[in-house]
Structure formats: structure tokens, C-alpha cells
Antibody, heavy 118, light 112 residues
């Protein structure tokens, strides 16, 4: 059974940092690009960051560039999102996902909630 | 960034009747590799998103054949041939051709 399990969310003050983790199992993690997607409370979906299967390419939405860093450890089947200089507008449910552009499947976690507030 | 515009944003439908959602992109979604990376996602209440359609018209594994996607260039459509209760939720189009990938605003499908 495929599983993506996020952790690391919580309440943090503006300007603070958090590191999200995503533990993958049930599929060949090292073969796929991975993604972080977020959803602010009551709002739509927003793609945040992407990392190539070997970690050699990374892409970010403009609003998080320079503040967030996506990384992975294929030996541990894990995906990470280091979030620094957090802002209120980063408050959201953060999903870890595997969404191959050309294959007929996708995998999503249940999300981890990040709340940025003083 | 590519702007994805969906319509309508709210879609009340009668059970068993068809439904259609439109998605328009601010620029062509044809990739340099010749593919058009336009996806459709469903998000049921309280659940994680799930992709229904990839590359405009290809159904993901396990997706009922009442869901179909069509379109080209900048104009795309998701159709549900006969709406069922389990189809209630929010539907998003998303382009994966140009970085950053972008989603439409979402269309809320509800039963009349």
C-alpha cells in the first residue's frame, strides 16, 4: 500500500522556521519527482515546490523563493521542506505529493497544518 | 506565471445529469516536448486532492469513465456524463507545462 505521511507542522511565530517531513512507502520513491502543495484554510490549492527524483533540479513558487528549501533523502524514502522567515500568509495545510506528469496515478498525503501567528 | 481561469465557480447539478467545467489558460499549454500537461483534480470534502485526468484527456487509474477531459491550446473542459453523489466536491484544473505550475480557482460541485 502506498503511503505518504507528513509531519512537522505546528504553530510558529512570524519570522520563525519549521521543517516538514514526508515519509514515503509502497512505491519506488527514488524514481519520481516529488512535490509540496499547500492549501490555506478555506482556499484553493497552490503548488509550492518540486524536486527531481535525484535531487538535481528544484523549483519553487515565487512567493517562497529564498525562504523555503525542498530536499530529499532517497535512502530514507523521505521528502523535506525547510521553511524559514515564515509569514502569516504561509498558514496552510501542506501536502506531500507524487504526481507524475505522464503516468496514470498520483499519491497524496493527508497533509500537515502550519499556522503562522503571534 | 500562467493564470488558470475556471468557470463556473459554483455548479449545482441534478443527480444523473451531466456537468461541465471550463478551464482557460493565459498562454498555450503545449510543452516543447509536444505534450499538453493539463490536469484535473477532484477534492472531496475533508479529503486530499486526487487527480482525475492528466495530459488533457487521459483518465488516471481507477477513475470512473463518466469523467472525461478535452481541449487544446488554452481551452479545456472536464465533463461528468452523469453526476453521482460521490462527485460532490471541488474540481481544479492545473497546468504542469510552465514553471511555476498553477491551479485554477476551483469549481464547487454540489447536488441540487
Amino acid at each position: 500500500e502506498v503511503q505518504l505521511v507528513e509531519s512537522g507542522g505546528g504553530l510558529v511565530q512570524p519570522g520563525g522556521s519549521l521543517r516538514l517531513s514526508c515519509a514515503a512507502s509502497g512505491f519506488t520513491f527514488s524514481s519520481y519527482w516529488m512535490y509540496w502543495v499547500r492549501q490555506a484554510p478555506g482556499k484553493g490549492l497552490e503548488w509550492v515546490a518540486t524536486i527531481k527524483n535525484d535531487g538535481g533540479e528544484k523549483y519553487y513558487v515565487d512567493s517562497v523563493k529564498g525562504r523555503f528549501t525542498i530536499s530529499r533523502d532517497n535512502a530514507k524514502n523521505s521528502l523535506y521542506l525547510q521553511m524559514n522567515s515564515l509569514r502569516a500568509e504561509d498558514t496552510a495545510l501542506y501536502y506531500c505529493a507524487c504526481v507524475p506528469r505522464g503516468a496514470p496515478f498520483d499519491y497524496w498525503g493527508q497533509g500537515t497544518l502550519v499556522t503562522v501567528s503571534s | 506565471d500562467v493564470v488558470m481561469t475556471q468557470s463556473p465557480l459554483s455548479l449545482p447539478v441534478t443527480l444523473g445529469q451531466p456537468a461541465s467545467i471550463s478551464c482557460r489558460s493565459s498562454q498555450s499549454l503545449v510543452h516543447s516536448d509536444g505534450n499538453t500537461y493539463l490536469n484535473w483534480f477532484q477534492q472531496r470534502p475533508g479529503q486530499s486532492p486526487r487527480r482525475l485526468i492528466y495530459k488533457v484527456s487521459n483518465r488516471d487509474s481507477g477513475v470512473p469513465d463518466r469523467f472525461s477531459g478535452s481541449g487544446s491550446g488554452t481551452d479545456f473542459t472536464l465533463k461528468i456524463s452523469r453526476v453521482e453523489t460521490e462527485d460532490v466536491g471541488v474540481y481544479y484544473c492545473m497546468q504542469a507545462t510552465h514553471w511555476p505550475w498553477t491551479f485554477g480557482q476551483g469549481t464547487k460541485v454540489e447536488i441540487k
